[in-house]
């Protein structure tokens, strides 16, 4: 986006995973039959099918610990992409021993693994705390994840999945 473009502010996403029930409920109320879930130590586990133009099925690992939620998407034929995994900067909470929830914290992290890393959305981040969405704190917190993410899956050789493997977590694809 450029400097002179507007970015339209929005209240951070809210989703919830309820493990009991094996659903999701995305940002906008649709609460979406979950495939698999798989609870570790360390993070949480998803797999379902979307009814998105752009992918047919997306898993995610929720990583509460480092504030991230990292995802890989089906995508349909024909549609290009520049990452394969988005991960979103967050926090990520279990409200109870089967209900998870997630914030977004506007800025996500594209990683093309063994090539390079990105960071977006800085705009949107800006926007929401000049809009009082986040907090300063909330989003220096964001900041400091984020890059921590990027120097983490950069110092092992652009992989998530490396990087997550060094800190003793072991994340699958389906």
Not at 12 to 23: C, H, L, N, R
Not at 53 to 59: C, G, Q
Request: some cysteine; aromatic content about 10%.
């Amino acid at each position: 986006m450029t400097q002179s473009s507007t970015v339209h502010v929005h209240p951070p996403k809210v989703e919830y995973f309820d493990i009991a029930a094996q659903t999701n409920t995305d940002p906008k109320g649709f609460v979406r039959p979950v495939e698999i879930y798989r609870e570790e130590p360390w993070g949480l586990y998803m797999a379902r099918h979307s009814d998105h133009p752009n992918f047919h099925y997306l898993e995610s690992w929720i990583v509460p610990g480092l504030s991230l939620r990292a995802t890989t998407f089906g995508y349909n034929p024909g549609v290009e992409q520049w990452q394969d995994i988005y991960v979103d900067i967050g926090e990520f909470t279990r409200e109870s021993p089967t209900l998870w929830r997630s914030i977004d914290h506007y800025l996500d992290v594209l990683v093309r693994t063994g090539r390079d890393v990105r960071l977006v959305d800085v705009d949107e981040l800006l926007a929401a705390n000049t809009d009082g969405q986040l907090t300063p704190a909330q989003c220096q917190a964001a900041i400091e994840h984020a890059t921590a993410a990027i120097d983490g899956i950069a110092a092992h050789g652009y992989s998530l999945e490396g990087w997550l493997a060094d800190l003793g977590m072991t994340i699958t694809w389906r």
